[in-house]
């Protein structure tokens, strides 16, 4: 059974940072991409980095020079370094096992274009 665990998120100001880990069981880890998405309510679910298999990475434009995504295969972990967090960043971040280049409306985990979803942690960023 697949299992992907968030956790390292909570409340900063702004400026403030917060790194985001998930741990996956359950697949081969190396051979997957991963990625992290997330959804403010009212919001679409929205495409936040991905870390390919292959070490490429992909960062939608607003996050660019202020968060890093990187993965640790042995560890079978990926992690979301956030810095520079601004307001407009609060959301319930979620970890996904083979991310899909778009962002999606409705609620995250619902989206069948992503293999496996985690529960989600949620980053609250405040002034």
């Known amino acids: 059974e697949v299992h992907l665990v968030e956790s390292g998120g909570g409340s900063v100001q702004t400026g403030g940072s917060l790194k985001l880990s998930c741990t996956a069981s359950?697949?081969?880890?190396?051979?997957?991409?991963m990625g992290w998405y997330r959804q403010a309510p009212g919001n679409d679910c929205e495409l936040v980095s991905i870390a390919n298999f292959d070490s490429s990475t992909y960062y939608t434009d607003s996050v660019k020079g202020r968060f890093t995504i990187s993965r640790d295969n042995a560890k079978k972990t990926t992690y979301l370094q956030m810095n520079s967090l601004r307001q407009e960043d609060t959301a319930l971040y979620y970890c996904?096992?083979?991310?899909?280049?778009?962002?999606?409306?409705?609620?995250?985990?619902?989206?069948?274009?992503?293999?496996?979803w985690g529960q989600g942690t949620q980053v609250t960023v405040s002034s």
């Open positions: 359950g697949f081969t880890f190396e051979d997957n991409n």
């Open positions: 996904a096992r083979d991310p899909y280049l778009a962002n999606f409306t409705g609620p995250c985990y619902l989206s069948r274009y992503v293999t496996d």
